[in-house]
């Protein structure tokens, strides 16, 4: 399939070199809701099927049926747990979205922001999960480009993950809505995960006007600080999407099972423990 804007590979030394081709650049087709919550992480998906898991804040586990895992914004901690996904993203915007130190079981690591004076520029293929990013700008008090602006120049990046048919975006710790050659890079995210706290990251009338422009199947709200948070973006959603809560840390999700309505769910996050 051509599509209309390549990201071409910065990996790491223990990256696989595999390359497939993109198929999220294409307009979603969503037949019903089905959501299955499993006991533990540890359980087995159904074929064709994507478990996700929101650990906290901005950190999710995305599991494949096939078998390939990734945590986004990891900071180095799961849960009481010796899991260790294939793949691990960073922002590192603040602290909460990334770790210094991660652990060198996780084969591969990718930072979201620049390294070397290059800015990242991944696309890794590990089983059937492609993994690559489209990188935006942040605020920044410490880093500046050449006019001054206090803005740092794609320091934060858009993750996306490609697996059993589903495009899976994590906005990361963004603050603007993308641009044009963003949201064509970005192609079609059936699901979402996007921060709603409406002041540290995007604002929230970017943050509506960019959901509306995605037309994803399903908004995970996250890097919400409290309630009030969360319930002032539900608020303003409300008129336009399904809003649905569960107590449950996960849920999961197939191209069969996608909402036909636009749906927000609220997940309770929750970090990794072994089944009893």
């Given at each position: ?18 390359q ?7 307009i ?8 299955v ?10 074929d ?49 979205h ?13 930072p ?25 700008d942040?605020r ?6 050449e006019e ?63 959901l509306?422009r ?8 996250m ?15 409300a ?16 191209l ?11 997940l ?9």
């Amino acid at each position: 399939m051509r599509y209309l804007v390549a990201l071409f590979i910065l990996l790491l030394p223990t990256a696989s070199l595999a390359q497939r081709a993109s198929h999220c650049i294409a307009i979603a087709q969503a037949p019903g809701l089905e959501y299955v919550h499993r006991a533990s992480f540890r359980d087995p998906l159904e074929d064709f099927s994507v478990r996700i898991s929101y650990l906290a804040h901005s950190m999710f586990l995305i599991q494949s049926a096939s078998g390939p895992s990734a945590v986004t914004d990891y900071t180095g901690f799961v849960g009481s747990t010796g899991f260790f996904p294939d793949v691990a993203t960073m922002n590192n915007a603040h602290d909460s979205h990334w770790t210094a130190f991660p652990d060198n079981r996780i084969p591969h690591v990718l930072p979201g922001w620049p390294v070397g004076g290059e800015k990242a520029n991944h696309r890794i293929q590990v089983g059937d999960m492609l993994v690559r990013n489209v990188t935006t700008d942040i605020r920044s008090r410490s880093f500046f480009d050449e006019e001054n602006t206090g803005i740092r120049r794609d320091g934060n990046s858009i993750f996306v993950f490609e697996t059993e048919g589903l495009c899976i975006g994590h906005v990361g710790h963004l603050h603007h809505e993308p641009d044009d050659a963003q949201y064509a890079a970005l192609g079609r995210l059936d699901v979402v995960m996007v921060p709603v706290d409406g002041g540290m990251t995007i604002d929230r009338a970017s943050l509506k006007s960019m959901l509306v422009r995605l037309r994803s199947s399903l908004v995970l709200p996250m890097h919400w600080f409290g309630p009030s948070n969360l319930e002032a973006f539900l608020v303003d959603m409300a008129d336009d999407y399904v809003i649905q809560r569960t107590l449950s840390n996960s849920m999961e999700v197939s191209l069969r099972t996608l909402p036909s309505e636009p749906t927000i769910l609220v997940l309770t996050p929750q970090y990794l423990t072994e089944p009893q």
